[in-house]
Structure formats: structure tokens, C-alpha cells
């Protein structure tokens, strides 16, 4: 009887063995049947996991204990599916068009897309997959609502503006957080300028755009104030691509291209100068021949690009491991880039409860820098600055010194203007589950930059030679501790995230110069005769806090979130550091009530609405201080001292903004059509001014809170699945946003002629009433017919022949009344074609560079313009007549040189075909994808810019808003042509 006992016991053993390590196998397809490669399937409430191979097959052992299985992919809808006695599953995922059960990346968590009461943007990784772009600005542009990106120039390396529903702040910066992986990015203007004020380097340029699954756009108050004091701007969330168990996979990605500007001045040559200046002024110029500058500096621009990433892992490890490489060169001759990157992403699990993760990117990049705008040393300025009669060399064939514009092309072959940027950020978490549905979590991570300027000119261009070497460190860490809840209790779930941090960065600077070089093959700044320069500065800041995010929902239809977070800084005094910001938010998925429930063509229909408030400390590190400073100014009696620098403001504090927001999400159509429209106020109180100070107090200005602002506006985004059929489908995006921006305050410093307060420059002002960059100055009428003479109008409206700073008034405005894109996405069969446009509309354009160009009295080169000017047989012209008075005033700046900023460009269209491996019955490859792609192909732009102006893209100060809408010889944006091929194994 034992025995039998004994047998019995051993055979049931055996079977519940047996039972706890079944395995299931299956396959995905769509609703088509086609097969889904690298769906999830994971089993629920384990890190236990796989995806599907290249014919959508799985296999999967399943622990005992588990009775479900969660099955997702990008595009469709996410299932549980019940296990119960079959071994053998066939799963058909339904499509979700606006990806209403898709997973949202939000401050410090996800949420789901369908419960979602923030107003939030993303790029997915759907829409990144077929873009070979240079890098992850690209995929902002046009792409959602309510987000303005514009590239400063089209010169390598070269930064963006960004603003997340217009400007939050005159003086307190103006690009929005960027956060990736958890690590807030540094984002200083590390390098010289190189002409534009304040036009530093482009703090995405060191990520790899291969490398992110998705971007999350962070707009209203509800979104942003979990970050506090830096969500002011708004967020932007990067998440980089992650391994996923099952199969593992290689993939390999070239492209190759050309480049060329869109858009080039139209500059008079030789001969047409020599017979201008004679005919309009009397003037012979010497000498026959000439040479074209313009032409000489441009080139074509060639780029290659490589990539390999490789991903996969088991059900307790997951690896995500890539590197890439980008050279290229500019349409500007001497601007170059070699970009380098890793990296690698790693999760495992030590076992059901513990979790351990990093994720880690490195890169290297080498920009050979060229001048950008605003400087004689920019090929693109002085080309079109330089008399067409001047050679650049002589009859030797010597490079010769041509004066005050300089001798481009001799300064790129003989100079250096280098730069070499090593960037290091990761971020790596331990995790590790209390109870059900309750973890804990500490993330630490870095940021390190390290930035080496050099460079050296020659004796041709610099008597004497010079030579410089610029250092600049900024190494930033930082630690989050967070417990996390997420528990449904019958008809409510809550959701909650609690936590504190602390993060700080030193910033390190050092800058050598030497000028009387020896010879030219002599390099270094050591070499030089006289050294020049030696500066050396260091700064740190560091921000503690605590926040707490809580979210609860009322059988699945109404949702309630609020959040609280705690900032102190080290740029305030001690009085103010800390500030407090919260928001509070709702939502009714009116959809879910019994009287739409059985409305059929309606989906979704929700309903949101949030309040709250942020805050901005973006103005160096110790504005709040009294500070003094050494050196050749601070001597006492020829012995060391110090000075006074700056004067103390203890009372300052945190800069606010507050904003409410009204939203409403409809889905129609079983998901084929879906439409978000948002509308918004934000305000911002307690501005951070640089406020001037009267002349015998001994300093220039003071940092203080002075002024308010308002923005307001409507985002609205489309998306529609127009046709879709088992071999062709159509979809199309478009996403629009409307902005108002006004100044409702300022102090009384400045004043206007009106009596209006103002902040800002001759040129462009932020005005009480007005938008924050706005354009003063005097109105152009044009040219009498009669008599040649040019005319302007004085402030009450007469006609004047003078121009006079006192007869300036409000002309434009820099900010646009909206800006959108317009994307079409076409599948048929293996083809697929993607066309998207973006446009801004309603903003004006000072270029600076007419009043030089199109100046008939000026020593430089003439637009083709002036050719047009004013004589008995030409009366309806462009220029005054040779005999005006006029003529001399002709080139001062005024609404002649202020251009209709509106345009539509169609920024990308692409056309690819993928093979699958189906089609070669192999298992070699999962697929392979042959694809070509244009960018900035087409523009349309207001026909005042025909023969005047370059690029209409264009942002003068990325970070200053008081400088935006200008142009001094821009470089325009490229013209790119791109042809690539994209395999996975």
C-alpha cells in the first residue's frame, strides 16, 4: 500500500511538473492574416516574455500558476488572451488606428493613451522607423500640434529654437527640457557662437535618431509640472529602443547623399557691378575680369551613414546593443562632421521581484565649423559681401589678403576652426516589487560633456597669426527614488508615483589665445610670441525635490490626477529657493456613459480639463549674488584686486507660469478617424528681466521679477485611416497650432515714444499690449514715380524722406499665428511612399543683410536688385534714382528689410520597398528594405523674397526670445536627396 502511495504521489508529481513547464505555442497575424514579426507576448503578471519570428510564429513555456497572456504590437490593439487547456493558439490582432490602448511616456512612468488627461504629443516609432534623418530635431518639425521647431541655419551642428506653445519668458531661456531615458539633458551654449548671438550647439546633435523608440512632446501643466521648475518651456521625452525577449535580431542601416542649399542670394558679378557703378554713380572700377565668390564657397555636400544595432534576450535578460557612424559635408566648404555612437541597453531580472536596467549612450563627434551668419569669417557672408572685381589670389597663384572681408577661401585651406565634443549619458535603476502592484525604484545617472575648441589663422588673413584653445566640461549627476502604485480595487483603479531627487553639475571653462606666430606651420597657442588671453571659469548648481503624482479612475470613465512637486535651487538666495508647483486634472470618457455605449461609429468621445503651474530658473548660476571679479581691470596701484561685477539681488525668485487647459478626443468610424483639439491660457508672473540701472550706480543692470505674459491658443491634430484594404492602405496626419502672445506687464525702466513699457533692442521689443517679439521701426512706402525719391512714412502716417528713430512704430511680429504639418503614408504591398509638409504662416523676417546688400552706396557687392532703379524709363523701380537724396539713407533699417515670414516647405518625402523574407523562403533575413528620400525639396514663400532674401526658416537666437525672426546672411536650410537600404536578420 505504501508503495502504491508512493507511485501515485510520484506520478502526480511528475504531471503538475509536467503541467508547470508546458510550453504554448501559436502565431499573430492581422485582421488579413498576415503575419506580425516582433509582437509581444508576455505572460501577465511576470517579466516572462517573447516575440514572434518572421512568420509571426511563437513559442513560450509557461509557469504554473499563470492563466493569461498579454499580446501587443505598434498599430493594433492590445489583447489578454485566457489560457486554458489548448497548447496551440492562433491569435488575429485588431487594428487601433490612433492607438488608444498604446502605452504613453509621461513624467516619470507611462500611462494609457485611452485613459490619458494630459495634453501630451508623440512621435512613435512607427512613424521613426522609415526615416533616415541626422538627427532627432527632424522628428519634431511640423509634427505636432502646438510645437514650433526651426533650425538656426543650415550649417552643421548648428542648434534649434524650439518653443512648446510659444514663448514662456523673455530673459529665462526658451527651449523646452529635454529629458532622455530619465536623464535631464544638459543644454548650455558650450561653443563660440560663430557669429549669431547666443547660437551654441544643438544638444540633440550627440543622439543617434536610429537609437529612440518614441518621443513624447510634454505641453500642458498637467504633463509638465512633475518636472517643476524646469516645465515651464514644456518637456521633451526621448525613450531610447529597448531589447525584447524572443528572438534576436541584427539590423544594419546605410544611406548615402547629397546636399545642396535651398536657396542663394542673386548677387551682381563682375561686369554687372562696374557697369552699376558707372551708370549710378559715376564710379569706374579699375581692372577687367572678376571672380565669383558666391559659387567659390558652395559645393556639394556628400553624407554616409552607418549603422548596427543588435536586440533580443530571454525572459530574464533583454539587450539592446548599437553603434553608428555619420560623416558629412556641408554645401559650405570647410564644414564638416564626423558623428560616432554607442549604445547599449540592458534590463535582467535576478528574479520575479528584482529588476536591474541601464541604459548607456556614448558619442564622439568632429565638426569642422564655419562661420554661420553675422561674421565676416562665414563663407556665406562674405562671398556675398566681397567685391565680384577682388581675386583671391594673386599671379602666382597666392592666396592674397583682400581686406576687410576676408579671404574665405585662403582662411578654410590654411586655418582651423575645430571642434571636438565627447558625451557620455546613462542611466541605470535598480527595481524592486513590495507587494502587488507596488515597487520601488532608484535611478542614478550622468550626463558628462567634454568640448575641445581649436583654432588658428593664418598670417594671410590675421597678420601675425592667432591661435586659440577653448575647454569646457560640464558634468552633471543626479539620483531619483521613487515608489510607485498601480492597484485596481473593483470598479476604481489608483495609480500613484512618490519620490525625491537631486541633481548638480560643475561647469568648467578654460580659454587660451596667443597672436605673432613665427610661421604658420607653427600650431599651437604655446608657439606664439604674445600671449593674449588666459581665462579660467567654473560654476555649479545643484536642484533638491520631492514631488508626488496620484491618479485615480472611476470605472473606466472618470479620471482624476493630480500632482505636487517641491524645487529648491541654488540660483536663488536663501529666502527663495524653494518654490512649489502643482497641477490638478480631469477626465469623462463620455463614451463609456450608457447613452453613447451603444452608439456604434463613435469609439471614444473624452472630455479633459487641468490646471496648474510650473516654474523657470534658466538665468546662471548665481544671479541672486554680489559678485566681484580680478584681472587687468581689478589692478590697485599695479598689484592685485577686485572689483565689484555684479550687484546682489536677495529678494529674487522663481519665475511662474500657470496654465489652464480645456480638451476634447473623439475616435469615430471603428478608430479610422480620431480628432484632439486643445485649448489653453498661460500665464507667466514674476518675469526674470535684466533690468537696466541709471548710469551712476556703477552697474549696467540687475537681475529682478518684473512683468507678466500671456499666451493663448488652440492644438488641433487629425488623424485619419482613409483607405485600407488587405494590399492598400492610406493614411493621413495633420496637426495644426494656434498662438496669441501678449505682454501684459513691465516695469517702468523703458519706455517707448508712445509711453508704452518695453524690453528689448532698436530693432525688436517686447511691448506692454504687444506680442514679446515684436518689430519697431519705420514704415517704407516706396519709390515716388514722379521724382526717384524713396520714401517712408513718419508715426502719424505723412510721407517723410527721412528716416528718423523717432518715427518708428510696431510693423510685425516675429511669433506666427499658427504653424502645423500635413503627412500622407501610403502601403502597397511592399511599397510604401510618405509625403509631409509643414508650413508657419502670419510671422515677419528682418534680414539684416539687405541693408547691406541692397545699399546703392555701399563699398560691398550689390544685389542684383539695385539694377532696378529709378530713371525717366523706369519709374515703377525698386531703387531711387542716381540724383536722389535718398540714396543716402536708402539702406537704413526699416519695414523694407521686413519680409513675409510665412512659407510651406515640403520637408520630406520618401519612397521604399520592402522585401520579406517570405517572398525568398529563407530564413537568412527577416526583411530587407530598399529605399530613396528627399528633404526640402519644395518651398513656397511670398513672392517679396524672389532675388532678396535666402531661407525663410530662421531663428537668430535659439534661446533668446527677444532676437527672434532675424537673419544677418543666414545659411539656408540643405537640400538633401538620400538613398539607403535597411536589412534585418
Known sequence: ??????????????????????????????????ALIGASILVKG??????TDIEGNFSLAIPDGANSLQVSYTGFKAQEVVLGSETTLTIIMETDAIGLDETVVVGYGTQSNRFRVQSVGTVTEQSIKNQPLLGPQQLLQGQVAGVQMTNMSGILGSSAAIRVRGPSSINAGGNPLFVIDGVPLNDRDYAAGQGTPGGGLNPLNDINPNDIASMTVLKD?????????????????????????????????????????????????????????????????????GFDWPNAVRQTGKINNYTLNLSGGNDKTQYYLSGSYLTQSNYAIGNDLDRLNGRLNFNHAFSNKFRFGANIGISRIVNDRVGSDNNTFAPLTSA??????????????????????????ALEALGTNDLVTLRSYANTYFKLDLLPGLFAQSDWGIDLVDIQETTRQANINTPGGLASNRLSTDNKWLTTNTLNLDRQFGKLAVGAVAGFSFETALFDFTYVEGRNFSSDALRNVSSAATPTSTQNNRSQWALNSQFVRTNFRFNDRYVLEGSLRRDGSSRFGSENRYGTFWAVSGGWIVSEESFLKNVGFINQLKLTASY?????????????????????LSDYSGGAGLRPTQIANPDLKWETSSQLDFGISLAVLNSRVSLDVNYYVKNTKD?????????????????????????????????????????????????IGFLKNEVLSLPDATKDLQGRQFVGTALQRAIVGNSISMFYMVRYKGINPDNGNAEWLDRDGNVINTVSPNER??????????????????????????????????????????????????????????????????RDAVSPAPTSATRN???????????????????????GYTLKASALKTKAFQSARFYVMGQNLWTLRAKEWEGRGQDPEIADAGNNNLRQGQSFFTPPQAKMVTAGLNVTF
Do not use: C
Open 221 to 289: 501643466a498637467a504633463a509638465t509640472s512633475i518636472y517643476g521648475s524646469r516645465g515651464a518651456n514644456g518637456v521633451i521625452l526621448i525613450t531610447t529602443k529597448k531589447g525584447k525577449a524572443g528572438t534576436n535580431t541584427v539590423n544594419f542601416d546605410y544611406f548615402t547623399g547629397t546636399t545642396q542649399p535651398t536657396f542663394v542670394l542673386d548677387m551682381m558679378n563682375a561686369q554687372e557691378y562696374r557697369d552699376y557703378r558707372k551708370a549710378y554713380s559715376n564710379v569706374t572700377v579699375p581692372g577687367e575680369g
Open 384 to 409: 556675398f559681401l566681397q567685391l565680384p572685381t577682388v581675386q583671391p589670389y594673386d599671379a602666382a597663384g597666392n592666396f592674397v589678403n583682400t581686406g576687410f572681408i576676408t579671404n574665405v577661401l
Open 687 to 735: 518675469l526674470l528681466l535684466n533690468i537696466p540701472l541709471p548710469e551712476l550706480n556703477g552697474f549696467n543692470s540687475i537681475t529682478r521679477n518684473a512683468g507678466e505674459m500671456e499666451n493663448r491658443g488652440v492644438d488641433i491634430t487629425l488623424n485619419t485611416v482613409n483607405v485600407k484594404t488587405k494590399k492598400f492602405e492610406w493614411r493621413t496626419n495633420f496637426n
Open 889 to 911: 539713407v536708402f539702406s537704413q533699417s526699416s519695414s523694407r528689410h521686413l519680409l513675409d515670414g510665412s512659407f510651406l516647405r515640403l520637408r520630406n518625402v520618401s519612397l
Open 1 to 34: 500500500m505504501k508503495q502504491l502511495s508512493l507511485v501515485l504521489a510520484l506520478l502526480l508529481s511528475s504531471s503538475m511538473l509536467l503541467w508547470a513547464q508546458r510550453t504554448i505555442t501559436g502565431k499573430v497575424t492581422d485582421d488579413n492574416g498576415e
Open 46 to 51: 511576470t517579466v516572462k516574455g517573447t516575440i
Open 612 to 632: 496648474g503651474t510650473n516654474g523657470n530658473d534658466r538665468i546662471g548660476d548665481f544671479p541672486s549674488l554680489g559678485l566681484f571679479g580680478s584681472g587687468v
Open 809 to 874: 512704430v510696431i510693423v510685425g511680429d516675429a511669433i506666427p499665428d499658427f504653424t502645423g504639418g500635413f503627412s500622407n503614408t501610403f502601403n502597397y504591398g511592399g511599397f510604401d511612399l510618405n509625403v509631409f509638409l509643414n508650413f508657419t504662416y502670419g510671422n515677419s523676417i528682418y534680414l539684416g543683410d539687405l541693408t547691406f546688400t541692397e545699399n546703392p552706396i555701399g563699398g560691398f557687392n550689390y544685389s542684383r536688385q539695385l539694377l532696378d532703379y529709378w530713371t525717366e524709363n523706369n
